[in-house]
């Protein structure tokens, strides 16, 4: 049985397919995401109300997302989301697994949410299209700035004069953690084309949302946007290659 | 006159490549905006030619042909474009590379010595180009910085293009020499340029979101 329950508006096939996989990984990263602020919330008990109240926040998204989904005539599609996630869920397991809370932050409250944060924007500059999704994305882009936002106090005030400390923390946790999600920001860049967005101005959003945070917490501007472009250019590289990222 | 010559051909090739580079930018400095071809780029010129005075290195590789192009889209006699393109861009991927190599525990002595020559030319024209950018770009456009960006955007396009055309070329000569990756030299170019031209009031996102698009452009 289909899910599809409306189709209002003609799209190419390709078209489909593109919104098809943008919203499964919108619906089920959203899980992902809540998944870890629940892990997060485990290592820190002092945290765990906010936390939990996060993953709650999180998880409501991915139901928004859904719902927008069945108005629009799209199909999650979980074998697309599944393939990019699997390596995030992995490292988030390890970083969990081994009590690293100030990781787990870097790689949610940052990383990953500086791609939602990326492409959600630039989503709402085309959700006409998609009748419904113009508020919910604009609810669900203000409750990941409210994340990003205490994750960005949070990671200010535990390196609080220890940059050193924190750039050692950020350098460990993207060596994976851009690699997988700025990997996925690679993948889903054609879909995004695909949809009249552009992928490269999502990834650059991206980059400069993400060394912008780093900022925030101590970075030099320069350093910030060397590491962070640093750390893109092997996956830009594959990607003009018409490599696969991860 | 060196007195220490530069015989390894992997340094000789990328002297060769840089020589080309910097002739065409003194030419150009020259040609529109004489403060720019300073004392430091005569002397490091003059080093470039005792040093390769032919491009023999250089033609019987494989980076001859995109090299030879993206020469000839820097030429051009325009002001704005000669500043932006060759004082801008250029002068900060030269300084990216001089100080690479110069840090570089491959490179021999007379390269190194070279490479701190070119750092010091470099300096010496980029203090003139951010003072004419001023002039040419004032902050009086709404956003700030707007005119100097669109100037940027409309005029690098095609070289910084042709640049990353360039990229893997260079990774498979340089890699190994001097363990230059173009990976490596374009997040330090980038870092700089946004910093230079975030000072003269761009648009961070903006010139975020063009680098990019050049930059995964196949």
Not at chain 1, 15 to 24: E, P, R, S, T, V
Not at chain 1, 226 to 238: A, D, R, S, T, Y
Not at chain 2, 64 to 89: E, M, N
């Amino acid at each position: 049985m289909d899910d599809r329950a409306a189709a209002p508006a003609v799209r190419s096939a390709d078209q489909q397919d593109a919104i098809d996989k943008l919203m499964g990984l919108a619906v089920f990263g959203e899980k992902v995401a809540a998944r870890i602020y629940y892990s997060m919330a485990e290592i820190k008990p002092e945290f765990a109300p906010l936390l939990k109240k996060f993953a709650r926040m999180e998880a409501g998204h991915g139901a928004k997302f859904l719902e927008a989904n069945k108005v629009n005539g799209i199909v999650a599609d979980r074998d697309f989301a599944d393939n990019e996630l699997g390596y995030l869920l992995s490292q988030a397991d390890a970083h969990a697994a081994a009590g690293d809370f100030n990781a787990l932050a870097v790689l949610q409250g940052f990383i990953v949410e500086s791609l939602a944060i990326a492409t959600y924007e630039s989503f709402l500059t085309i959700a006409d299209a998609y009748p419904g999704t113009h508020e919910v994305f604009s609810t669900v882009l203000a409750e990941e700035h409210y994340h990003v936002d205490w994750v960005s106090r949070y990671l200010r005030l535990e390196f609080f004069d220890a940059e050193d400390d924190f750039r050692r923390l950020v350098e460990r946790v993207n060596v994976q953690g851009i690699d997988c999600v700025g990997g996925t920001m690679m993948n889903i860049s054609h879909h995004l084309d695909t949809i009249c967005l552009s992928g490269s101005q999502c990834a650059g959003a991206m980059m400069d949302g993400y060394a912008q945070l780093l900022q925030n917490v101590g970075f030099e501007e320069k350093a910030a946007m060397k590491h962070v472009v640093g750390l893109f250019m092997p996956l830009i590289q594959k990607y003009r290659r018409g490599e696969k990222t991860k | 006159m060196t007195d220490l010559a530069v015989t390894n051909g992997q340094e000789r090739l990328l002297l060769t490549i840089l020589r080309s580079f910097e002739a065409l930018a003194a030419d150009q400095y020259h040609r529109t905006i004489g403060v720019l071809l300073g004392d430091e780029k005569h002397h490091l010129l003059e080093q470039l030619d005792a040093q390769v005075p032919t491009d023999e290195a250089l033609e019987t590789t494989d980076l001859a042909p995109p090299v030879k192009h993206l020469l000839t889209l820097l030429r051009s006699q325009d002001k704005i474009q000669v500043l932006i393109v060759q004082g801008l861009i250029l002068e900060l991927l030269g300084q990216t590379i001089y100080k690479t190599v110069s840090e570089s525990a491959a490179s021999s002595p007379a390269m190194r010595r070279l490479c701190d020559q070119g750092l010091h030319a470099n300096a010496e024209t980029r203090r003139h180009v951010v003072e004419a950018l001023r002039q040419e770009f004032p902050q009086r456009d709404n956003p700030p910085g707007a005119d100097l960006l669109d100037a940027l955007i409309a005029r690098s396009g095609p070289v910084l293009d042709q640049l990353n055309t360039l990229g893997e070329g260079l990774d498979q000569h340089f890699g190994e020499a001097f363990g230059i990756h173009f990976a490596d030299l374009m997040a330090e170019f980038a870092s700089e340029l946004l910093v230079v031209c975030t000072g003269l009031g761009a648009d961070r996102r903006r010139l975020v979101g063009f680098l990019t698009r050049i930059m995964m452009a196949g």
